[in-house]
């Protein structure tokens, strides 16, 4: 996790460096818009993390590890996947929920397929942007066309876990 962070890091600081010897100018609106957003994150992320942590004990342990855990298999995952299509959360939200659910009992193929459910199909997304934007067409089209993606990648998410030997 830290390998990924320092990655990124490294990169930021190599895109820095090149955009200030290429366009100079540049680099005042770089700072003035990582300004401007960091303000947001200070703000907001701190209180969601705070928020998951007084969510955990309010979620029943034995629930969540009976329907979304290891031993509920293709059944967790196809919770997980209605669940993850049903969930009307911005991302900032969203995650933490996922933290809680994995610290409570919830497997990974179970949480791999809710994540998925959430990206692709997103109710909130689907109703209040495409459907008025698009049409029912496209909209029917899109999400007939990747109905299998969720319960798939919980699928491959227990391969995946066997293979490395996680359980």
Not at 22 to 45: A, Q, T, W
Not at 149 to 161: E, H, K, S, T, W
Request: proline fraction near 7%.
């Amino acid at each position: 996790m830290f390998y990924l962070a320092g990655t990124i890091w490294v990169c930021v600081i190599v895109f820095l460096v090149v955009t200030w010897f290429r366009r100079p100018e540049k680099v005042r609106d770089v700072f003035r818009h990582f300004l401007k957003n960091s303000r947001i994150f200070v703000g907001i992320v701190p209180m969601a993390l705070l928020a998951a942590g007084f969510l955990t004990p309010l979620v029943p342990g034995d629930f969540v590890a009976r329907w979304l855990g290891d031993s509920a298999g293709m059944t967790g995952i196809m919770i997980g996947t209605l669940a993850g299509w049903c969930l009307p959360v911005p991302p900032i939200i969203f995650y933490p929920i996922v933290a809680v659910l994995l610290k409570t009992g919830a497997g990974m193929p179970q949480l791999t397929a809710l994540i998925v459910a959430w990206s692709v199909f997103g109710i909130h997304r689907t109703v209040l942007m495409e459907l008025p934007l698009m049409g029912r067409y496209f909209v029917s089209l899109r999400l007939m066309s990747s109905l299998a993606f969720p319960p798939l990648a919980g699928l491959i998410a227990i391969l995946v876990a066997d293979g490395l030997g996680v359980s």
